[in-house]
């Protein structure tokens, strides 16, 4: 099983970016899908995660109201739609899922140690 993200870039402050990451290799089930993010000398944070049961999502403060993630439950695969960008924002970005047994609570979604499969990340550069 593989993770493909795509879609980054660069782009101007104040700009958009849409992110993909879609699942390939054997069919497999998820309980859901998030992205994470890494800037350069910085560690991997949560940015957003969708649950397909009951389409609950969540986001870090951080990009709540600018960033939305959506997704396709049947084809394994999630979006972000990055809005109003901000320099800060550049960094490689990385989706992953995870899968049964281990159903993630809602509250334990940013802490990327729960997540089962990695995307290999795209790279964002917001420029000022």
């Known amino acids: 099983v593989q993770l493909q993200a795509s879609g980054g870039g660069l782009v101007q402050a104040g700009g958009s970016l849409r992110l993909s990451c879609a699942a390939s290799?054997?069919?497999?089930?998820?309980?859901?899908m998030a992205w994470f993010r890494q800037a350069p000398g910085k560690e991997r944070e949560f940015v957003a995660a969708?649950?397909?049961?009951?389409?609950?999502?969540k986001y870090a403060d951080s990009v709540n109201g600018r960033f939305t993630i959506s997704g396709d439950n049947a084809k394994n695969t999630v979006y972000l739609q990055m809005n109003s960008l901000k320099p800060e924002d550049t960094a490689v970005y990385y989706c992953?899922?995870?899968?049964?047994?281990?159903?993630?609570?809602?509250?334990?979604?940013?802490?990327?140690?729960?997540?089962?499969?990695w995307g290999q990340g795209t790279l964002v550069t917001v420029s000022s």
């Open positions: 992953a899922a995870d899968t049964p047994p281990s159903r993630i609570i809602l509250s334990a979604l940013p802490y990327d140690n729960m997540y089962d499969y």
């Open positions: 290799g054997r069919t497999f089930s998820t309980y859901g």
């Open positions: 969708i649950r397909w049961s009951g389409g609950s999502t």
